[in-house]
């Protein structure tokens, strides 16, 4: 067993029921949110230690989070309460062909105001991956700083980090400062996960090869970009040869897509886990694709993550 690190904002979900605008939507079903939860769901049902560091508000939704975090068995050594925000929601439309229309109720919220001090405190001895997404970097300077820190602390150590660009425009305000922020943190990081038209707005090209070239010359060890039901391309520097080693998976081609939401999120799970279990990289991307596919089977952004079984079926039966 692993130990995992990861630092992200939990929110209440609530999912259409039908098809429409979500302003002409009538009745949600609640579930739960954020990319961050979404891998140590999915880290946690691999059987591999996670702990997730977060701040809730002291209302409905943040003991809603607190109970799901418990009953999954996420770690919450460093997770609290504040009395003084609310804890973030979402509202999320119905779309089986298309990303589904999203809107977020989260400016101001007891994860933004997450103390800074809390990033000296956490306890890395034996933890093996932090993973950060771009998400927590983008809620506000003060998050960006605390994932800044933690980072800085796991490479003093030697941790594997592994870094989820996961773009989120309207929370960044401009392009400009996005792809500056989430590049400053990617250049830090072992191993970037962006995916292909993320890509794209990080680098200015949409060819893999030109993306890799990007990172690695950065000192980044390996770049996994991922290209939806294509599969995922994986490159990794190797000093002693003096070259790029390129690796092609493909991806697992699915009858029905229920919701494209946390495809992304499913994927790093794989990456995370894979790294600590010490796979090759061929499995590793296999292992990144299943899991990817078997979420978008699904409707809510984790219920899907699978059991290491559930995992082991979906990939045999194929």
Request: hydrophobic letters at 40%; aromatic letters at 10%; a negative charge.
């Amino acid at each position: 067993m692993g130990k995992v690190v990861t630092v992200g904002e939990p929110m209440a979900l609530f999912v259409a029921n039908e098809e429409g605008p979500l302003d002409s939507v009538k009745t949600f079903t609640k579930y739960i949110a954020g990319a961050e939860i979404n891998v140590s769901v999915g880290v946690n049902r691999l059987e591999h230690e996670i702990e997730y560091v977060t701040q809730l508000g002291k209302d409905p939704f943040g003991k809603y989070i607190a109970r799901f975090l418990e009953e999954e068995g996420i770690g919450t050594t460093y997770s609290r309460f504040y009395e003084g925000a609310p804890t973030g929601f979402q509202l999320k439309g119905k779309d089986t062909e298309n990303d589904p229309e999203v809107f977020y109720f989260r400016k101001n919220s007891a994860a933004s105001m997450i103390p800074y001090d809390l990033s000296e405190e956490i306890n890395l001895d034996d933890v093996d991956v932090l993973h950060v997404s771009g998400v927590f970097l983008a809620v506000n300077d003060e998050t960006y700083r605390f994932a800044q820190n933690l980072v800085k602390r796991a490479k003093a150590k030697g941790i594997t980090i592994v870094f989820d660009p996961n773009l989120r425009p309207v929370l960044w305000g401009s392009t400009e400062k996005m792809v500056k922020g989430i590049n400053e943190m990617a250049f830090q990081a072992d191993y970037v996960l962006p995916g292909i038209g993320e890509g794209e707005i990080l680098t200015g090209s949409r060819e893999p090869d030109a993306i890799a070239d990007f990172y690695l010359a950065q000192g980044v060890k390996g770049i996994i970009i991922k290209d939806g039901p294509k599969g995922c391309y994986a490159y990794t520097y190797s000093s002693e040869q003096g070259s790029t080693q390129k690796t092609t998976a493909a991806g697992f081609k699915l009858e029905q897509l229920v919701d494209t939401v946390g495809a992304g999120d499913g994927f790093a799970v794989g990456v995370v886990t894979g790294l600590i279990e010490g796979l090759s990289l061929e499995r590793i991307l296999e292992r990144a694709n299943a899991i990817g596919a078997i979420q978008v089977s699904h409707i809510s952004d984790n219920e899907g993550l699978p059991t290491r079984q559930e995992l082991a079926d979906f990939i045999a039966n194929y």
